[in-house]
């Protein structure tokens, strides 16, 4: 009944920046926010940054805390998560995911429905 799609991803050098975006549809009115996630290869699903819609309150994991930014066009239905000085230690699938507010929040949150994911490749 949500519906995400993610876009943006791509091959950049280290140090350099791409913009991704997640666009919900459905009842996006359940929504409570959005969590951008990545796993790497042989790796598990690592969390990255969260959203909600309503305060646009941001969380995000250490390790891009400062490199990453977060944020959300409610209008558009939109998260967009702008990725600077990129390391090759970034390089994943990076999914959005849609938290229906009946958990926590941004990492320790549930989500229930997922993006397809968009690669991004940062070479050294």
């Known amino acids: 009944q949500v519906q995400l799609v993610e876009s943006g991803g791509g091959l950049v050098q280290a140090g350099g920046s791409l913009r991704l975006s997640c666009v919900a549809s459905?009842?996006?009115?359940?929504?409570?926010?959005i969590g951008w996630f990545r796993q790497a290869p042989g790796k598990e699903r690592d969390f990255v940054a969260s959203?909600?819609?309503?305060?646009?309150?941001?969380n995000y994991a250490d390790s891009v805390k400062g490199r990453f930014t977060i944020s959300r066009d409610n209008a558009m239905n939109t998260v967009y998560l702008q990725m600077n000085s990129l390391k090759s230690e970034d390089t994943a699938v990076y999914f959005c995911?849609?938290?229906?507010?009946?958990?926590?929040?941004?990492?320790?949150?549930?989500?229930?429905?997922w993006g397809q994911g968009t690669q991004v490749t940062v070479s050294s």
């Open positions: 459905g009842r996006t009115w359940n929504t409570y926010g």
């Open positions: 959203i909600t819609w309503s305060t646009g309150n941001p």
């Open positions: 995911a849609a938290d229906l507010g009946v958990g926590g929040i941004g990492a320790s949150a549930t989500y229930s429905y």
